[in-house]
């Protein structure tokens, strides 16, 4: 009655992905990010060294820096380690106590994507995260409409909470190669399901790097001489300071490298303020999105 050992299986890439019936389009103003059921007991039944877990939790870091970048909300769900046969009613009946008889630690979401200060974490009870969680009323506080989800398992939870979005009147985009599930049959069937009955199916790329794409080291270069007003030879290793860069310059730069999925902060620009190390932040910003969790 246990959740069952889990083989490994090649994540789905978006060629793999059905054509999606709706032509919503994800818009940071109205979308939310739900993190679903990350925790480390859910992913122990795929063993340690999965290669689907270290691609599932690398899309999932990924696509919450750009969430944050953006100013999209994170929210989480986790079930709680003490259940009582009242709390867990029927799930009793098709996988046992759960958590209530595992190691209290694994129930943590998994160190790369540990809730930061402003996200939101709640308390989980059945597969769909809008039951007895608050999340709808969440939603409603932060003005949200579209729920970008992201997780374990695809046919269970994350299919769950995109059918009761939906009838919600909440778009729903699940991020087809930032979920994963008992095996790729049934995590397909899932993205059918979605992009044919309830909501549209997306993948990583397609949000992560719509707008980072345009972001080149000729644009940096061309904002920066466009900021200074300089047609000259610009110098990338020399301080911008000395060709008149300003706190309001750096801050609108700042702004612009946000919307492009890049979240540098004013204090880090001004820290080190040349082309060279600018470009060499956004550099290794990229790379920490790319690169899989080991």
């Known amino acids: 009655m246990s959740i069952p050992l889990l083989d490994d299986y090649p994540m789905p890439s978006r060629d793999a992905f059905p054509d999606n019936r709706v032509a919503w389009q994800p818009n940071p103003a109205r979308a939310a990010l739900l993190i679903h059921d990350m925790q480390r007991y859910f992913l122990r039944f795929y063993g340690e060294e999965s290669a689907l877990v270290r691609r599932l939790i690398a899309n999932l870091v990924s696509l919450r820096r750009w969430c944050k970048a953006q100013g999209i909300p994170v929210i989480y769900t986790a079930q709680p380690y003490e ?3 009242f709390d867990r009613g029927l799930l009793n009946d098709l996988w046992g106590p759960g958590l209530t008889t595992a190691d209290p630690q694994l129930q943590q979401i998994v160190e790369a994507l540990a809730p930061e200060h402003d996200d939101h974490v709640l308390v989980k009870w059945r597969y769909s995260a809008f039951q007895r969680t608050g999340l ?3 939603l409603g506080e932060l003005g949200r409409d579209q729920l970008l989800i992201g997780g374990v398992y695809t046919h269970i939870g994350c299919l769950a909470t995109a059918l009761d979005a939906f009838m919600q009147d ?5 991020v087809g190669d ?6 790729e049959a049934e995590h397909l069937m899932a993205l059918r399901y979605v992009a044919t009955r309830c909501g549209s199916v997306t993948d990583t790329a397609s949000l992560v790097g719509s707008q980072s794409r ?6 940096l270069e061309t904002r920066v001489r466009q900021l200074i ?3 000259d030879t610009l110098d990338p290793a020399e301080n911008l300071i000395y060709y008149g860069l300003d706190s309001i310059q750096v801050m609108s730069l700042a702004a612009e490298l946000k919307k492009r999925g890049i979240a540098l902060s004013f204090e880090e620009l001004v820290g080190t303020p040349t082309v060279d190390a600018w470009w060499s932040l956004i550099e290794q910003q990229r790379t920490a999105s790319r690169e899989v969790v080991e």
């Open 178 to 183: 930032a979920t994963a599930d008992f095996s």
């Open 170 to 174: 909440v778009q729903a985009f699940v």
């Open 136 to 138: 709808a009323d969440l």
């Open 83 to 85: 259940q009582s046969a």
């Open 214 to 219: 345009s972001l080149t080291r000729e644009w």
């Open 229 to 231: 007003d300089d047609d």
